[in-house]
């Protein structure tokens, strides 16, 4: 370089920066030169449009040039939220960004025969109830655990497991698939994550950290004149709004009705919020997310029983609140973890509290501690098993809180800038005390009168969308407030128009007080919007009648809908009733296709990979 060149700014960069750049790439060869290029590209798309990094790359990021094509990095997800999904694509993109050559894919849609020719694998997965994978993950996995599976010498690999630490088997999927394939033979770049509900604190780092390896694992053959960049299935990024998880939008509550007649039985909501001008969009099929307020009741209790001042600041990563703050809008209070409950047996006033905990930790208690988390809030833990905390222990064991995610109940081809969610409020007598949910009291207590304001934002679902040709047919399972996404769906297509049928099994406890939306419905049909529509009013009568019950009654017509291309979709209860929809769907293939039950299994397997049977399930 000429020594005029040396004093020549370099814009947009001040004198002093081009004098430290300059001193900086005076002393390196030409590969570090590359590198720096490829670092500086994942630099500036860390940072959004308005300066802010929006993921902290301090470790050496991806060189652009020297990445070899033969080195193709493989994205994989199993996902049942999307949580898993949006990370895979936002990694994708990075690394595309990046220069490397990127296969993402669902685990569901790759072909495990060709594992064992890859030499890169990054793989996110997620775990669910008593530990279970998700829906799109479940053939990967059994053919990675079958015996003849193929060996995986060349293959190096880091897994992200993402979870819940309120369930005993936290994150267990993403470890058996981590330790599976170290047993075939592939070579781990970093250790498996774990992320618990807020992911970004263990993803982030996690990301960065594997930086450097992965940068050398795909620049081992190096080819710098072939590079091709070929990211398969990334979905166009829709326009952003400005508002998202971390930036939520204040949405005025304009409407919160009950829609049960005996609240005391059951009390749900139908609400509504202004989207005003934020900007946001949502598809059928997305929920809403809130940031709500912990309730007050319960954040009086924990002090009290704490016996600590909630007036005390509290210091922790950068942020400075009271206790009484950190408890109401920065902790989660109403769920408990494994890690709480191991900080908290350390901290038992008495040895005997402190080894019956330690017990419930253990290995083989699973269930008891999947009971504990079901029946225990954290009051009852303080107040079963006294512990000495100070608030900043407190404020550091607990889990951050996280926002709760609603099914959207509306189409914005009809309701434009308002969105609707339905909600059940969670309130209950336990251990001598009221009990209550955070977030559906949170909303449920909000006055429309009093111009309330709700901190949302839209979480995509494109897991959970109605089929792109209108003139399909949907089958919709939507018992008690898993009616939300089907009302967003029958309105939409009714908005729309299009040939396709749609046909609604909807359930609960009793016709005359929980019929959710029922003058909506009788419209809908009047109006050919709603071609058929099947109940099951479960305590109306001795016998339990559940909408799998509705759905076998009418098996020969159901399974004529799938035979002439209908989509079928579920939402609302995980744990029994779509399960228990599973089994009636495979019973209804079997009688009417004439399928044994492998037979049966292999056409449901086969629907769900084209994706037409869709599930949003918790
Ligand atoms: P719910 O009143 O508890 O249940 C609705 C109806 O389903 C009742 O008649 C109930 O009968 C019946 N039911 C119980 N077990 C069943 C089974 N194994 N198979 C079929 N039906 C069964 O409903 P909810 O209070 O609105 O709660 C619905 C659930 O869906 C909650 O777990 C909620 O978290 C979840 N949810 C999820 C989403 C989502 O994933 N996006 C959205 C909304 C709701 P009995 O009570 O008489 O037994």
New binding site residues.
Partial sequence: MSANAKTMQLAPLSDEQTLQLQKLTDALDVQALHWLAGYAVGRAHALDASGQEQLALSLPAQPAISVDPQQRLVILYGSQTGNGQALAEQYAEQMQTLGVNVLLSNMQDYNIRKLKQERNLLLIVSTHGDGEPPDDAVDFIEQLDAKKAAKLNQLKYAVLALGDSSYPDFCVTGQRIDARLTELGGQRLAECAQADLDIDAVADPWWAGLQPALQQALSNHQTDDQISNNVTRLRPLPEQSQYTRKNPYQAELLTNQTITANPAE?D?RHVELDLGDSGLQYQPGD?LGVWATNPKPIVDALLQTTELAGEQAISMDAEEHTLRDWLSSQREITLLSRPFLQAHAQRAKSSADRRAVEALLGDDQRRQLSRLFDTHQLIDVLQRWPADWTAQELVSELRALTPR???IASSQAVTEDEVHT???RVAYQAHGSRHWGSASNYLADLDAGEAASVPIFIDSNPRFRLPDDSSRDIIMV????????FRAFVQHRAALGGAGRNWLFF???HFRS?FLYQLEWQRALKNNQLQRFDL????DQQQ?I???QRMLEQGKDLYDWLENGAYFYV???????A???DAALHQIVAKHGGKSDQQAAEYLRNLSREKRILK???
Avoid at 571 to 577: N, P, S, V
């Fill in positions: 059951k749900i929920a995610m609603y099914s339905t909600l059940a939507g018992p008690g407030t898993g009616i939300a996404p359930g609960a406890q929980q099951a009013f479960s305590r339990k559940y909408v799998q939402c609302g209860d995980a744990k029994y009733m399960k228990d929809v949003d399930v918790y």
